[in-house]
């Protein structure tokens, strides 16, 4: 406990500290923190069990075969490797054939060391290019791709650190234009993950913190400056009940913060925090039931949802299945209920 007591401040402290990482004055004036950023589907939940638990997997515990919340969180997994392909559709009511694909997985090199990748793919539909006047110029399939490489590791019994390296491309328009341009930047994540031995009534504590997406600008014409990445910092924690052998019940809740500079005026958490809760009850290790609650702020992007999921396990395979259900008026003006899917396959 010594140990994670010097890293959990360390990483808390980003969520107090005036961002290095910023734009400049005149864009922080005339937009929010949201159209400050580029690639948003970086923040978007490919974990498709905690998206029916609130959106929380900062401090999860189980056999997530997904890093993109906590790369730290890997090492307490138990399997030796599997694989997990999600799709979470997106904006259904306004606009057709947006979604977001994944493909992840992890192999456990031994007992103290964890290493992972994925890839995700946000597909934005169809896109009609004007010019000034109007005129029709042509169509585009703009796209955004992220390719990730991770590796966790036990420090001791109970702590574990995780460090992800990520490659983002963002497809905007087909070659041709002149003086606009496909962008492509780099970026890290750092985790830890805390958790204590099960006392003798089955409970135990579970501990996250995560830096993510902190990197290079991308640009998208050769005039810009270039727009930062959707950098954010999140802690958390989570409560484990052991019923039985095999039933489990868990509480979570994570509070999550942008790393770049709030609009003038405006004090560095006004408006700008997401705070997901949920909770999950695992029936005989088969069945799981899920819900939770995620709330954005308007700078993120004003969200609420109410959360609900399901899952089914049965040998080598999980099925993970999440709807979202839209609250309050912010959310219930642009989205409707969200379906999405995820499978994992245990290879060893």
């Known amino acids: 406990m010594k140990k994670l007591i010097p890293l959990i401040s360390g990483m808390a402290c980003l969520l107090f500290a005036k961002p290095a990482f910023s734009q400049t004055t005149g864009d922080s004036v005339n937009a929010a923190a949201s159209s400050l950023t580029a690639a948003p589907f970086l923040r978007m939940n490919t974990d498709i069990r905690a998206a029916g638990i609130g959106e929380s997997a900062i401090a999860l515990p189980g056999d ?65 290019l004007t010019g000034d006047q109007g005129d029709v110029l042509g169509q585009s399939s703009p796209y955004d791709m992220a390719i990730d490489a991770s590796y966790a590791r036990k420090l001791s019994e109970n702590l574990f650190l995780g460090a992800t390296f990520r490659y983002i491309y963002s497809h905007i328009v087909n070659t041709g234009y002149a003086g606009f341009q496909n962008g492509s930047a780099v970026a890290a994540d750092l ?52 019923l039985t052998d095999e039933d489990r019940l868990i509480f979570t809740a994570d509070a999550v913060s942008p790393l770049t500079a709030p609009v003038p005026g405006k004090g560095f958490f006004e408006q700008r925090m997401q705070y997901n809760v949920g909770g999950e009850y695992g029936y005989h290790n088969m069945l799981f039931v899920r819900a939770g609650y995620s709330s954005e ?49 245990i290879i060893k």
Request: net charge positive; glycine share 10%.
């Open 64 to 128: 997530n075969a997904t890093h993109y919340a906590n790369p730290a969180r890997m090492v307490q997994v138990k399997n030796t490797s599997a694989i997990a392909i999600a799709y979470s559709p997106m904006a259904t009511n306004l606009v057709k054939n947006i979604a977001l694909y994944s493909v992840s997985g992890f192999y456990k090199t031994s007992e103290n060391e964890v290493i992972s990748g994925g890839i995700r793919y946000f597909k934005q539909g169809e896109l009609k």
């Open 191 to 242: 985790g830890i993950y805390y958790q204590t031995k099960e006392n003798s009534e089955g409970q135990s504590w579970h501990l996250g913190a995560v830096i993510s997406n902190v990197g290079s600008k991308i640009k998208y014409s050769d005039n810009s400056n270039g727009y930062a990445l959707p950098s954010t910092a999140g802690v958390a924690a989570t409560f484990q009940q052991k």
């Open 297 to 345: 702020s308007t700078e993120f992007s004003g969200f609420q949802f109410i959360t609900t999921g399901l899952g089914l396990s049965f040998k080598s395979c999980r099925i993970d299945m999440a709807y979202l259900i839209p609250s309050g008026n912010a959310t219930s003006a642009t989205t409707t209920s969200t379906f999405k899917l995820g499978f994992s396959f």
